[in-house]
């Protein structure tokens, strides 16, 4: 079976500065992997995805995550952070073959002036 | 773009009540599922269909059915709410078909207490 850790629940960054959320996966085969946020009140918005190829994948807002096969990763990175980046994140891992995606638990992103 | 409608964003309910959740997508797409979120939990699968009339349960099925008549529109229904089922409710549709894993494209989310 499927599953994801999200060993951060809560991180607290200055705005400007680099940031980096970590996803670790557990899956026999080349995974499906996703990052999606989460705005308070809002449903979730996808941030970017991986399915095969170049393991750096560029997404939305800035963010970029990389697919490391060897540690079962995929961390979101962003080089610097704005004050509308506070939301939840949340990682994802899915296959071929199975329509469901394994969501971890988040983790919530606060960013200080 | 793809849109995602809920119902309802709040929703407030007494014990024993049958409760309806509906989701509607625009994208045509096969499959939809229905998630419960709850803080220090995730998301957490409680029913998915990937046609009309079909469905599996996810992870937490117990206390809720589904209905799915036609594409474009999933219900969740909560035969008599009981105040553990007070939550966030997340409905989401994807492309796809059985093949496999896609994005899912989410709706805004139904805020449900139970009283």
């Known amino acids: 079976a499927q599953s994801v850790t999200q060993p951060d629940i809560h991180i607290t960054v200055s705005e400007g500065a680099s940031l980096e959320l970590r996803c670790n996966y557990s899956?026999?085969?080349?995974?499906?992997l996703f990052w999606y946020v989460q705005s308070p009140g809002q449903g979730l918005q996808l941030l970017l995805k991986?399915?095969?190829?170049?393991?750096l994948v560029q997404g939305i807002k800035g963010f970029e995550a990389e697919f490391k096969r060897s540690q079962s990763s995929f961390n979101l990175r962003k080089p610097s952070v704005h004050w509308s980046d506070a939301a939840e994140y949340f990682c994802?891992?899915?296959?071929?073959?199975?329509?469901?995606?394994?969501f971890g638990t988040g983790t919530r992103l606060t960013i200080i002036p | 773009d793809v849109k995602v409608t809920q119902s309802s964003r709040y929703l407030v309910k007494r014990t024993g009540e049958k409760v309806f959740l509906e989701c509607v997508q625009d994208?045509?797409?096969?499959?939809m599922f229905w998630y419960r979120q709850d803080p220090g939990l995730g998301l957490r699968l409680i029913y998915f269909s990937y046609d009309v009339k079909m469905k599996e349960k996810g992870d937490i099925p117990e206390g809720y059915s589904v209905s799915r008549e036609k594409k474009e529109r999933f219900s969740l229904i909560l035969e008599s709410a009981s105040t553990n089922q007070t939550s966030m409710y997340l409905c989401?549709?994807?492309?796809?078909?059985?093949?496999?894993?896609?994005?899912?494209?989410f709706g805004p989310g139904t805020r449900l207490t139970v009283l």
């Open positions: 991986y399915f095969s190829g170049d393991t």
């Open positions: 994802a891992v899915g296959a071929f073959g199975n329509e469901k995606l394994t």
């Open positions: 899956y026999g085969a080349t995974p499906y």
């Open positions: 989401a549709s994807s492309g796809g078909g059985r093949a496999g894993a896609d994005t899912q494209y």
């Open positions: 994208m045509d797409h096969e499959n």
